[in-house]
């Protein structure tokens, strides 16, 4: 079940960013900040600021800016599940076991030094489950065809947010652990308007504690490290997810991303 950057099996242009992804260069002009400025002393673009908040001038960037996008990889399937609760097999009934993981996402418009929240933005997530099998997909020693556990979308409200109910995810061959994510607007028809795919990860130190644990530890120690991942290594930083709580407890991660959308 290994994924290759770039590889998935829909169209090529599936990771087509909705509207437009700031580069920084972009993104300074953007927001009228000048050269390089911003970024002395190593600052980021993924500063933390409230919906609808002005960036200071001349300091940084909102949070909302810096999100890259990804390989969409071989395993989304449009299931149409439109739940918070993404746990469930709905043929079964069965969830899927792990350290549960609430995931919230903010999802803004970038406009001229502000980040505004973005209503009505349909966002996908799936993932493995904690031994590194997807659902409806057949692969050797793994057909999961027809079961639609770790997958499911939301739409964003007023606020521009939007929670998933989930567990944190295992590994498989070859790739980091990680968590996709797909961002969906559309027109007045209904239809698709802008598509952006991309990915998740976590801290190798929080891996580590949940997989430690079962059912995880029964796949063994991962192969591939967030340093060691392809895709990580091309802006992954930037969709590093920091959690809060504990894997006895639970999880709590929030994920800011923003798009240069008309």
């Given at each position: 079940?290994?994924?290759?950057?770039?590889?998935?099996?829909?169209?090529?242009?599936?990771?087509?960013?909705?509207?437009?992804?700031?580069?920084?260069?972009?993104?300074?002009?953007?927001?009228?900040?000048?050269?390089?400025?911003?970024?002395?002393?190593?600052?980021?673009?993924?500063?933390?600021?409230?919906?609808?908040?002005?960036?200071?001038?001349?300091?940084?960037?909102?949070?909302?800016?810096?999100?890259?996008q990804s390989a969409q990889g071989p395993f989304f399937t449009d299931e149409r599940l439109r739940r918070r609760d993404i746990r469930t097999d709905t043929r079964?009934?069965?969830?899927?076991?792990?350290?549960?993981?609430?995931?919230?996402?903010?999802?803004?418009?970038?406009?001229?030094?502000?980040?505004?929240?973005?209503?009505?933005?349909?966002?996908?997530?799936?993932?493995?489950?904690?031994?590194?099998?997807?659902?409806?997909v057949n692969d050797p020693g793994a057909d999961t065809r027809g079961q639609t556990f770790l997958r499911g979308y939301q739409t964003t409200n007023a606020q521009?947010?939007?929670?998933?109910?989930?567990?944190?995810?295992?590994?498989?061959?070859?790739?980091?652990?990680?968590?996709h994510y797909r961002l969906r607007t559309l027109d007045a028809r209904g239809q698709v308007s802008g598509d952006f795919v991309s990915q998740l990860f976590f801290?190798?130190?929080?891996?580590?504690?949940?997989?430690?644990?079962?059912?995880?530890?029964?796949?063994?120690?991962?192969?591939?490290?967030?340093?060691?991942?392809?895709?990580?290594?091309?802006?992954?930083?930037?969709?590093?997810?920091?959690?809060?709580?504990?894997?006895?407890?639970?999880?709590?991660?929030?994920?800011?991303?923003?798009?240069?959308?008309?």
């Amino acid at each position: 079940m290994q994924e290759r950057p770039g590889q998935n099996h829909d169209l090529e242009d599936d990771d087509l960013p909705v509207g437009q992804v700031l580069s920084r260069r972009h993104a300074l002009r953007l927001f009228g900040l000048a050269g390089g400025a911003a970024l002395a002393g190593g600052m980021t673009l993924a500063r933390q600021v409230a919906p609808g908040r002005p960036a200071p001038p001349a300091t940084g960037l909102p949070g909302c800016v810096v999100r890259p996008q990804s390989a969409q990889g071989p395993f989304f399937t449009d299931e149409r599940l439109r739940r918070r609760d993404i746990r469930t097999d709905t043929r079964s009934g069965r969830s899927a076991a792990g350290v549960p993981l609430t995931l919230n996402f903010q999802v803004s418009r970038v406009g001229l030094r502000v980040c505004e929240p973005r209503a009505g933005v349909v966002v996908d997530v799936w993932h493995c489950d904690a031994l590194g099998r997807y659902s409806d997909v057949n692969d050797p020693g793994a057909d999961t065809r027809g079961q639609t556990f770790l997958r499911g979308y939301q739409t964003t409200n007023a606020q521009g947010r939007c929670s998933f109910q989930t567990i944190y995810p295992g590994w498989y061959r070859g790739r980091a652990v990680h968590i996709h994510y797909r961002l969906r607007t559309l027109d007045a028809r209904g239809q698709v308007s802008g598509d952006f795919v991309s990915q998740l990860f976590f801290a190798e130190s929080l891996s580590d504690q949940v997989h430690a644990l079962e059912p995880y530890r029964q796949k063994g120690r991962r192969d591939t490290l967030n340093s060691t991942d392809g895709l990580y290594r091309n802006g992954g930083n930037q969709m590093l997810v920091r959690a809060t709580g504990t894997p006895q407890r639970g999880l709590v991660a929030t994920f800011d991303v923003g798009l240069n959308l008309s």
